[in-house]
């Protein structure tokens, strides 16, 4: 890693640029060692002048809310890369179309939607993570995914040049699409539709009793740990898991919620082998059961 370069840069930069960066506070999972690098760019400009120096010569992970993030206990080798505040406008267009930049928390933009009385985005408000996350995975939960409301991308590649990507050109799939994974997404536009205010605050209350029913909450885990099958069984992964592994195995730390079975929990100081002998011992014994291969949801990161 060029840290001299980086720490001439740092003293040009008008973002923060950190060095041996502690990452366990920076995801839901609460686990993690630290990254060589850890740069905050105030604007796209700062952004731009990062990426032209170092988007070709240094290893970096683009980190946004960290809601569905495994990173391991020695850390980073790299630049660890977190869009601030000046990247989380939200801002309303003509024909109820809205544009979140990608620090945005998805469900900001839900109930932006709702007091301008534009449906079709209440989804958002039951997913915990950024927009950018939200895009690189195709998140989605109840029935609606990014691919069926979004318009267009704007992201810079490793050259720092900027790119408006229109939704009909990317091949989204289940939790995933075809988006390079060295493009930083800075932005999204979404189409809407005109809907009463009441009638769409009434959607996003009934999604959120649903997941608060169903899922835990305020306790530190990465959200869904596995993808559901998406072929072979007409079963949902938590079903899969409950009929292959008792409730109560953990591995130090790292348990299954007892409310949701595809959630894993991080019960106090679980470090990244506990959960990563959590997640293959579960793999393992779905395989064993049904014969069905698990794929992971979460991102393991270092």
Same mark, same amino acid.
């Not at 740092?10 to 366990?24: H, P």
């Not at 952004?47 to 960290?66: A, P, Q, R, S, T």
């Not at 977190?82 to 003509?94: A, D, E, H, V």
């Not at 990507?165 to 189409?191: C, E, G, M, Q, V």
């Given at each position: 890693?060029?840290?001299?370069n980086l720490?001439k ?7 923060k640029?950190?060095?041996d960066?502690?990452l366990?506070?920076?995801?839901w999972?609460?686990?993690g060692?630290?990254a060589k690098?850890?740069f905050?760019? &105030? %604007?796209l400009?700062?952004?731009v002048?990062f990426?032209? %120096?170092? /988007? !070709?010569?240094e290893?970096?992970f683009?980190?946004g809310l #960290?809601?569905?993030i495994?990173?391991?206990?020695? /850390?980073?080798?790299?630049v660890?890369?977190?869009?601030g505040? %000046?990247f989380s406008n939200i801002?309303?267009?003509p024909?109820? @179309?809205?544009?979140?930049?990608s620090? +945005?928390?998805?469900?900001?933009v ?8 534009v449906?079709?985005l &209440?989804f ?5 993570? =950024?927009?950018?996350? #939200?895009?690189?995975m195709?998140s #989605?939960c109840y029935g @609606? &995914?990014?691919?069926d409301?979004?318009?267009s991308?704007?992201?810079i590649?490793? +050259?720092g !040049?900027?790119? @408006?990507?229109p =939704?009909?050109?990317i091949?989204?799939?289940y939790r *995933?699409?075809d988006? =390079? ?10 189409k809407?539709?005109h809907k009463d205010k009441n009638?769409?605050? !009434?959607n996003?209350e009934?999604?959120?009793?649903k997941?608060?029913? *169903? ?6 885990t990465? #959200?869904?740990?596995?993808k559901?099958?998406t072929n072979n069984t ?9 009929? =292959?592994?008792?409730e109560? +195995?953990?591995f130090?730390d790292a348990t299954?919620?007892t409310?949701?079975? %595809?959630?894993?929990?991080n019960?106090?100081n679980a @470090?990244?082998?506990d959960? !990563?002998?959590l997640?293959?011992h579960v793999k393992?014994k779905v395989?064993?059961?049904t014969g069905i291969?698990?794929d992971?949801e979460?991102?393991i990161?270092?």
């Amino acid at each position: 890693m060029q840290i001299d370069n980086l720490k001439k840069f740092s003293e040009q930069s008008i973002g923060k640029l950190f060095f041996d960066y502690d990452l366990k506070k920076t995801n839901w999972f609460n686990i993690g060692g630290k990254a060589k690098a850890f740069f905050k760019p &105030e %604007n796209l400009n700062d952004l731009v002048n990062f990426i032209k %120096n170092f /988007g !070709k010569k240094e290893k970096i992970f683009i980190l946004g809310l #960290g809601s569905n993030i495994l990173i391991k206990d020695k /850390g980073y080798d790299g630049v660890v890369v977190k869009l601030g505040k %000046n990247f989380s406008n939200i801002s309303l267009l003509p024909n109820k @179309t809205i544009i979140a930049g990608s620090s +945005t928390m998805d469900k900001k933009v839900a109930e932006f939607a709702s007091e301008n009385s534009v449906g079709g985005l &209440e989804f958002l408000s039951c997913i915990p993570g =950024s927009i950018g996350g #939200g895009i690189r995975m195709n998140s #989605g939960c109840y029935g @609606t &995914e990014f691919k069926d409301v979004l318009l267009s991308v704007q992201a810079i590649d490793r +050259t720092g !040049k900027v790119l @408006t990507i229109p =939704s009909s050109s990317i091949n989204f799939k289940y939790r *995933t699409n075809d988006l =390079s994974k060295d493009l930083i997404f800075l932005s999204a536009s979404f189409k809407g539709e005109h809907k009463d205010k009441n009638i769409v605050k !009434k959607n996003i209350e009934i999604l959120k009793a649903k997941k608060e029913e *169903t899922q835990p909450m305020r306790v530190k885990t990465g #959200g869904s740990t596995f993808k559901n099958p998406t072929n072979n069984t007409n079963k949902k992964v938590w079903e899969l898991i409950r009929a =292959s592994v008792p409730e109560s +195995t953990s591995f130090g730390d790292a348990t299954i919620s007892t409310k949701h079975s %595809n959630f894993f929990v991080n019960k106090n100081n679980a @470090t990244f082998n506990d959960m !990563k002998k959590l997640i293959d011992h579960v793999k393992d014994k779905v395989k064993e059961k049904t014969g069905i291969n698990l794929d992971l949801e979460i991102e393991i990161v270092g």
